[in-house]
């Protein structure tokens, strides 16, 4: 059975693999579906316009492009393969809310064929609330005296509010058209699909159940009410019907507790694998690559995105370093996360490098100047194996490889992506390790064997977690929005140290020296009259019990 299809009426003027089935008819193909295709009207898992836009555009000699073409399939192939997103059907009904004035109203009757819908028709000054998602709206509608509750599937709202911006299943005429929003409803009605494209880790998360809120940016920039804050348990709520796919909460989530299921780490990684020694050209599919009339020198190669807005600091270096190559990104839109991420990057490579590694462009012009520009980068290509890495630590390793034992100084990271360093004030830290417990991505860590804490600035998001969960007063701070390229920044190092302090009357090691001396110190004025009670400041749990039934003590 055959995963590739190649479709071109007009056939193709040279050669490709026996892997793909090339037709100048879709009539009598040998099998119903493939995996990849070049053009829609095939039946294929995924339509790859980037291979026609290679073989009309690129300069590369006949021998390169007839590989290329064969490994464009490949990469959509393992595309698919890594691929996690999930479809879901919602039930539509025909019950239609419209919000609008009477004009308005006999407009839309005038559009739609009689009796296809249940439609309710409001004015929009008597709509007090509306909630749920697409197949099961509840709008709050007052009806003199009385608010009622309309229960509906989809609504028509004229100059609709932000509000309505938020939910799939909301269309407003002014905006779309009548026809298109009546044409979508019922497309809607009878098969409405979506995707599961947000795969949610909650240990890693900055905001998941923390008693203070030190993250919850991927609520702030997400369009819709895809991603909810309920800031009374600090829990994140999805409805992924109401996502929109945009990517950018990917982008900004510090952890990587956030992932895109149809391309995650391990899919960029996978497909990165096949751009070594090309300029990768990543472009998200809706930049229509196919209608592009532009001249691609040798060596270029599409990597197209579902949407580039996901794209972090981890995969771009990741990207960057598969390929040794600068890479250039086409897209009419850079969030200012992404626009932050390639800062990142692009000012570690100027401080090793001496170059950018990331061109972008959003024009056609534009695109042209920097695919005359991209160039190969020396000694750049990194390959290993991330497997089971978190994003930080994805990052943290290829850093660290680019680095090796030099030091090229610091980078400062921006307002969106955060790194930064925790600094402890030893002389006031008494290890209780408020802060070791705060930090769920491991970056604070306490050592066991020799009593310390210890820190991988690496792999720290600086979401201050630890800073508010520190008992000392002047002791813990953190350095934010710096990188230190230099070997240190990817080690362990000792923030402080301390000794175990034995019990005085069993021996037993059951606190750190400092921990028992501030505890004396302050209870030690106190007991000043008592040298039983003081005795008690320096026993472990069990024997300082013990002293003071033995004394009488223990209700006194």
Same mark, same amino acid.
């Given at each position: 059975?055959?995963?590739?299809?190649?479709?071109?009426k007009?056939?193709i003027d040279?050669?490709?693999?026996?892997t793909?089935?090339?037709?100048q008819?879709?009539?009598d193909?040998?099998?119903n579906?493939?995996?990849?295709s070049?053009?829609?009207?095939?039946q294929?898992?995924?339509?790859a316009?980037e291979?026609?836009?290679?073989i009309?555009?690129?300069?590369d000699?006949?021998?390169s492009?007839?590989?290329?073409v064969?490994? %464009?399939y490949?990469?959509?192939a393992?595309?698919?393969?890594?691929a996690r997103?999930?479809l879901?059907?919602?039930?539509?009904?025909?019950?239609?809310?419209?919000i609008?004035?009477?004009?308005?109203?006999?407009?839309?009757?005038?559009?739609?064929?009689?009796?296809?819908?249940d439609?309710?028709h409001?004015t929009?000054?008597?709509?007090?609330d509306?909630?749920?998602?697409?197949?099961?709206?509840?709008?709050?509608?007052?009806?003199?005296?009385?608010?009622?509750?309309?229960?509906?599937?989809?609504?028509?709202w004229?100059?609709?509010?932000?509000?309505?911006c938020?939910?799939?299943?909301i269309?407003?005429p002014v905006?779309e058209?009548l026809d298109?929003?009546?044409?979508?409803?019922r497309?809607?009605?009878?098969?409405?699909?979506?995707?599961?494209?947000?795969?949610y880790d909650s240990?890693?998360c900055?905001?998941?159940?923390?008693?203070e809120?030190?993250c919850?940016?991927?609520?702030?920039?997400?369009?819709?009410?895809?991603?909810t804050k309920?800031?009374?348990?600090?829990?994140l709520?999805?409805?992924?019907?109401?996502?929109t796919?945009?990517?950018?909460?990917f982008?900004?989530?510090?952890?990587?507790?956030l992932?895109?299921?149809?391309?995650?780490?391990?899919?960029?990684?996978?497909?990165?694998?096949?751009?070594?020694d090309?300029?990768?050209?990543?472009?998200?599919?809706?930049?229509?690559?196919k209608? %592009?009339?532009i001249?691609v020198?040798?060596?270029?190669?599409?990597f197209?995105?579902?949407?580039?807005?996901?794209?972090?600091?981890?995969?771009?270096?990741?990207?960057?370093?598969?390929?040794?190559?600068?890479?250039?990104?086409?897209?009419?839109?850079?969030?200012d996360?992404?626009k932050?991420?390639?800062?990142?990057?692009?000012?570690?490579?100027?401080?090793?490098?001496?170059?950018d590694?990331?061109?972008?462009a959003s024009?056609?012009?534009?695109?042209k100047?920097?695919?005359?520009e991209?160039s190969?980068?020396e000694?750049?290509y990194?390959n290993?194996?991330?497997?089971?890495?978190?994003?930080r630590?994805?990052?943290?390793?290829?850093?660290?490889?680019l680095?090796?034992?030099?030091?090229?100084g610091?980078?400062?990271?921006?307002?969106?992506?955060?790194?930064?360093?925790?600094?402890?004030?030893?002389a006031?830290?008494?290890l209780?390790?408020?802060?070791?417990?705060?930090c769920?991505?491991?970056?604070l860590?306490?050592?066991?064997?020799?009593?310390? %804490?210890?820190?991988?600035?690496?792999i720290?998001?600086?979401?201050?977690?630890?800073?508010?969960?520190?008992?000392?007063?002047d002791?813990?701070?953190i350095?934010?929005?710096?990188?230190? %390229?230099k070997?240190?920044?990817f080690?362990?190092?000792?923030?402080a140290?301390?000794?175990?302090?034995?019990?005085?009357e069993?021996?037993?090691?059951?606190?750190?020296?400092?921990a028992?001396?501030?505890?004396?110190?302050m209870?030690?004025?106190?007991?000043?009259?008592?040298?039983?009670?003081?005795?008690?400041?320096y026993?472990?749990?069990?024997?300082?019990?013990k002293?003071?039934?033995?004394?009488?003590l223990l209700?006194?």
């Amino acid at each position: 059975m055959q995963e590739f299809i190649y479709y071109n009426k007009d056939g193709i003027d040279f050669p490709l693999p026996e892997t793909i089935l090339v037709t100048q008819s879709l009539t009598d193909i040998p099998q119903n579906e493939y995996i990849v295709s070049n053009t829609k009207g095939t039946q294929a898992e995924l339509v790859a316009d980037e291979i026609d836009f290679y073989i009309k555009n690129s300069q590369d000699s006949l021998a390169s492009k007839i590989k290329n073409v064969e490994k %464009l399939y490949e990469i959509n192939a393992t595309k698919f393969d890594f691929a996690r997103d999930m479809l879901f059907k919602e039930e539509v009904n025909n019950t239609v809310l419209l919000i609008c004035d009477n004009e308005q109203k006999s407009e839309v009757l005038r559009s739609m064929v009689p009796d296809e819908f249940d439609l309710f028709h409001v004015t929009e000054d008597i709509v007090k609330d509306l909630e749920g998602q697409i197949g099961n709206f509840t709008a709050t509608v007052a009806d003199g005296e009385k608010d009622v509750d309309l229960n509906i599937s989809q609504v028509i709202w004229y100059n609709q509010k932000d509000i309505a911006c938020k939910y799939s299943g909301i269309f407003d005429p002014v905006e779309e058209g009548l026809d298109d929003v009546l044409a979508q409803i019922r497309t809607n009605i009878s098969n409405f699909e979506y995707r599961k494209v947000i795969a949610y880790d909650s240990s890693i998360c900055q905001y998941h159940e923390r008693r203070e809120e030190v993250c919850g940016r991927c609520e702030g920039v997400c369009p819709t009410n895809a991603i909810t804050k309920i800031d009374e348990v600090k829990h994140l709520e999805f409805s992924h019907v109401d996502c929109t796919n945009c990517g950018e909460c990917f982008s900004v989530c510090p952890s990587g507790s956030l992932e895109y299921t149809p391309q995650g780490k391990e899919s960029i990684y996978n497909v990165s694998t096949f751009y070594k020694d090309t300029h990768p050209l990543v472009v998200p599919s809706k930049m229509n690559l196919k209608s %592009l009339e532009i001249e691609v020198k040798e060596n270029v190669l599409p990597f197209v995105l579902d949407t580039a807005l996901f794209l972090d600091e981890s995969s771009l270096l990741t990207i960057t370093q598969m390929s040794g190559s600068q890479v250039v990104i086409y897209n009419d839109y850079f969030s200012d996360s992404i626009k932050n991420s390639i800062q990142i990057i692009n000012d570690v490579y100027q401080a090793k490098y001496k170059k950018d590694a990331i061109l972008t462009a959003s024009t056609e012009d534009e695109l042209k100047e920097k695919l005359e520009e991209v160039s190969f980068i020396e000694n750049s290509y990194v390959n290993y194996n991330q497997q089971g890495q978190r994003k930080r630590e994805v990052f943290a390793s290829r850093l660290e490889k680019l680095v090796g034992d030099q030091d090229y100084g610091t980078v400062k990271t921006g307002e969106v992506v955060h790194y930064g360093k925790v600094k402890i004030n030893e002389a006031n830290c008494t290890l209780c390790l408020s802060c070791v417990g705060a930090c769920n991505v491991n970056a604070l860590v306490a050592n066991a064997e020799d009593n310390t %804490l210890r820190l991988n600035s690496s792999i720290c998001t600086a979401c201050g977690y630890c800073e508010s969960s520190c008992p000392e007063a002047d002791c813990l701070t953190i350095e934010r929005d710096v990188i230190e %390229l230099k070997p240190t920044w990817f080690k362990e190092e000792v923030l402080a140290q301390d000794t175990l302090f034995a019990c005085v009357e069993c021996g037993k090691e059951f606190a750190t020296t400092k921990a028992v001396e501030k505890i004396a110190n302050m209870m030690g004025p106190i007991f000043a009259s008592n040298p039983v009670k003081q005795r008690t400041l320096y026993c472990c749990e069990d024997c300082k019990a013990k002293l003071m039934i033995k004394q009488g003590l223990l209700n006194a």
